[in-house]
């Protein structure tokens, strides 16, 4: 096929993808206006299965596989981090050295650290009552223990979080998530159907199915992928360093 054609064969398709690109944007609903029909199905199946937070529902049953897709990149992101950023054999670790820390900045840290690390797993917790949920409160959760790096120094911060124990945990809340919707299948369901558990009482921590499973996993995976992405890009500024002469 010569340039000249390929080049016709794209005109047609980009003008043709155009026209339908147009005629989908003039029959918008107009901004603003109350007619929303996805936005009323989401609600009222919200509803109906006893999940207080719609935008958690559509995330962990509406739109459960499109989550498990999200939460598939991030761990293989972390994955990939793990491995460009292992130590090489032209480098060594060197432990820093503590530096001194401003006491309102060590007070402030200290102070927040506990609250912040609360209001994180809460987050989590209550994904399916009130806005938030595994991703938010994760990331909260995670960058709540590095306040003990900016209050106290980096062997502090190395205790409470051994990498090896996020790792574990981060491939732990992955497999969770998968298990929920394998069960479903075993239970005569479909994948990551919100089928397999009763819908609870409304407005209480134990309502919405599997909802509050699947925001728990999530929870866990991208609290330890946000922790172990953190310490590896750490350990590149204070910890590795190139042999002397390579």
Do not use: K
């Amino acid at each position: 096929m010569s340039r000249r054609v390929r080049l016709a064969v794209l005109a047609v398709g980009g003008t043709g993808l155009a026209v339908l690109l147009v005629l989908a944007c003039l029959d918008l609903p107009s901004f603003g206006g109350r007619w929303h029909p996805y936005g009323e199905a989401a609600v009222r199946a919200s509803l109906d299965r006893h999940t207080a937070n719609t935008v958690a529902f559509v995330n962990f049953d509406l739109r459960a596989h499109d989550t498990l897709g999200e939460m598939s990149i991030l761990f293989a992101a972390v994955v990939g981090c793990v491995v460009l950023l292992r130590q090489a054999r032209d480098e060594h670790r060197e432990p820093p050295e503590p530096s001194e820390v401003a006491p309102p900045v060590r007070r402030y840290a200290l102070l927040v650290l506990p609250v912040a690390l609360v209001v994180g797993l809460y987050v989590v917790a209550h994904g399916q009552l009130s806005p938030g949920g595994g991703f938010q409160g994760g990331v909260v959760a995670a960058t709540a223990l590095h306040l003990l790096y900016l209050g106290a120094d980096y062997r502090a911060l190395e205790r409470v979080r051994p990498i090896g124990t996020y790792e574990v945990t981060d491939a732990l809340g992955t497999c969770a998530y998968l298990v929920v919707g394998l069960a479903g299948v075993l239970a005569g369901t479909a994948f990551l159907a919100n089928t397999l558990l009763p819908y609870g009482t409304f407005n209480t921590l134990s309502s919405g199915g599997t909802v509050p499973l699947l925001n728990a996993a999530i929870g866990m995976e991208v609290t330890s992928a946000v922790v172990v992405l953190l310490a590896r890009f750490l350990d590149q500024a204070v910890e590795i360093e190139e042999e002397q002469g390579s």
